[in-house]
């Protein structure tokens, strides 16, 4: 069975520009998971989504959305980068809302200058 | 979700056992203990949890002590490929209501000797 894969794996952006990361999820897995890992605030949770629609969010911005497709794949979008978007991007993917075991990608090595 | 401390770093050889402890005095009576790794620039990986009773599958064994205020995780012969940062989350079941994605806290950074 085909793991998370994210892409692209890695983006140059400058500042004021605005992202859009891809997330396709272990077949059968209907639940996206997002995070950012820096390296001052660790990895944290950005937001979930299950049959389509945003079940939780963290603590960021409006700046930071997403949105999953009828067949479980996900996308982010940053609107007006900052330096301190500069993160990896982290997707994860579980059989259920919620569920503690998730399966993660590579993730996306964001870098906005 | 309760509090986890961890050590910030432990070393271990090759071939040994490593054992990675972690602390959640303040864990309620209906949250698990979960163990995530991840090696250097991938995505974390789930390990293995548990509740109360020691857990053993094909990567590690999980021991939780009575009072279920600590844990310890094992890897029972350690490879260089173990390196990584290892995190303990302590979390309700799926079907409690935890849904606001996964605290990782800072972890232990394990590095495994030649």
């Known amino acids: 069975k085909a793991g998370v894969t994210q892409t692209p794996r890695y983006l140059i952006k400058t500042r004021g520009q605005q992202v859009t990361l891809s997330c396709s999820p272990i077949?059968?897995?209907?639940?996206v998971s997002w995070y950012q890992q820096t390296p001052g605030q660790g990895l944290q949770f950005l937001f979930e989504?299950?049959?389509?629609?945003?079940?939780n969010k963290g603590n960021f911005p409006g700046r930071f959305s997403g949105r999953q497709f009828s067949n479980s794949r996900s996308e982010m979008n940053v609107s007006t980068l900052e330096l301190g978007d500069s993160a990896l991007y982290l997707c994860a993917s579980s059989s259920a809302v919620g569920h503690n075991e998730q399966f993660f990608g590579p993730g996306t090595r964001l870098t906005v200058l | 979700d309760a509090k986890t401390t961890q050590p910030p770093s432990m070393d271990c050889a090759e071939g040994r056992a490593a054992n990675l402890p972690c602390n959640h005095s303040?864990?309620?009576?209906?949250?698990?203990v979960y163990w995530y790794r991840q090696i250097h620039s991938q995505g974390p990986q789930y390990i293995i949890h548990?509740?109360?009773n020691n857990e053993t599958n094909e990567m590690a064994s999980l021991i939780i002590t009575e009072d279920r205020k600590s844990s310890t995780l094992i890897l029972p012969h350690a490879t260089l490929r173990d390196t990584a940062v290892y995190y303990c989350?302590?979390?309700?079941?799926?079907?409690?209501?935890?849904?606001?994605?996964?605290?990782f806290g800072k972890g232990t950074h394990l590095i495994i000797q030649p």
């Open positions: 303040t864990i309620s009576g209906n949250e698990y």
């Open positions: 077949s059968g897995h209907r639940s």
């Open positions: 989350i302590v979390r309700v079941a799926l079907s409690e209501g935890g849904a606001d994605g996964l605290t």
């Open positions: 548990g509740l109360k």
């Open positions: 989504y299950f049959s389509e629609t945003q079940r």
